[in-house]
């Protein structure tokens, strides 16, 4: 596709349960980001792959969170045991290097935990 | 206090206005983005600065590096222009945002 592409658009978790989002960057792009962004806040960084590496997770708020990377394209964003304040759309970012060069947003996935 | 400050947090402007948009920051930084966010999450690139001034269409872009702070200007506002406007700085690889300006341009 032309455009970074998150999915699921929607997902509605009970909390305690798991759940993985997905992120297509643009293919070629080097750097990829992950992003939370709470109602009415701006998004917060979460972590930073260049490649299949993940250069910086200090943003990951607990350890229930983590994110791979591992053929350096899809990345995937897994909640563990989700609780209600993990509520958020999800933001994934890409660019061609680093984010020196233009960032190119998905549609967010927005996480409902209930 | 928070790395990336935006003023107004809320603009309400009738169609033909200009309007402008400001962001401080108070951290080195190797470039600036704005970015606009619709309603439904899609976040946009508008313009990325690291010195002077963009235009693009109704929109202009600055950044003073010395006094920390760049504007963005939209002229003849539409109502397709309401949107949420975000200034996000470039530090150490990772982009941090600003609150985001909510803007609403009524016809």
């Known amino acids: 596709g032309a455009g970074v592409s998150q999915s699921p658009r929607y997902k509605v978790a009970k909390r305690g349960q798991d759940v993985a989002l997905r992120c297509d960057p643009i293919?070629?792009?080097?750097?990829l980001f992950w992003y939370q962004q709470a109602l009415g806040q701006g998004p917060e960084f979460l972590t930073y792959?260049?490649?299949?590496?993940?250069?910086?997770k200090s943003g990951l708020p607990s350890d229930r969170f983590f994110a791979e990377r591992p053929e350096g394209s899809v990345s995937t964003l897994k909640i563990q045991r989700t609780q209600q304040e993990d509520s958020a759309v999800y933001l994934c970012?890409?660019?061609?290097?680093?984010?020196?060069?233009?960032?190119?947003f998905g549609q967010g996935t927005r996480l409902t935990v209930v | 206090k928070n790395e990336v400050e935006q003023s107004p947090q809320n603009l309400t402007a009738q169609e033909g206005e200009f309007i402008t948009i400001n962001c401080s920051y108070s951290?080195?930084?190797?470039?600036l983005h704005w970015l606009q966010q619709h309603p439904g999450g899609g976040i946009v690139s508008l313009f990325m600065?690291?010195?002077g001034k963009k235009k693009h269409g109704r929109l202009i872009a600055t950044i003073n590096i010395q006094e920390k702070h760049s504007s963005l200007h939209i002229t003849a506002s539409h109502p397709r222009d309401s949107a949420v406007y975000i200034c996000?700085?470039?530090?150490?690889?990772?982009?941090?945002f600003g609150q985001g300006t909510r803007l609403t341009i009524n016809p």
């Open positions: 951290v080195g930084i190797s470039a």
């Open positions: 970012a890409s660019s061609l290097r680093a984010p020196n060069t233009e960032a190119f």
């Open positions: 600065l690291s010195s």
């Open positions: 792959f260049q490649n299949e590496a993940q250069l910086d």
């Open positions: 996000a700085v470039v530090k150490a690889q990772k982009l941090v």
């Open positions: 293919s070629g792009h080097v750097s």
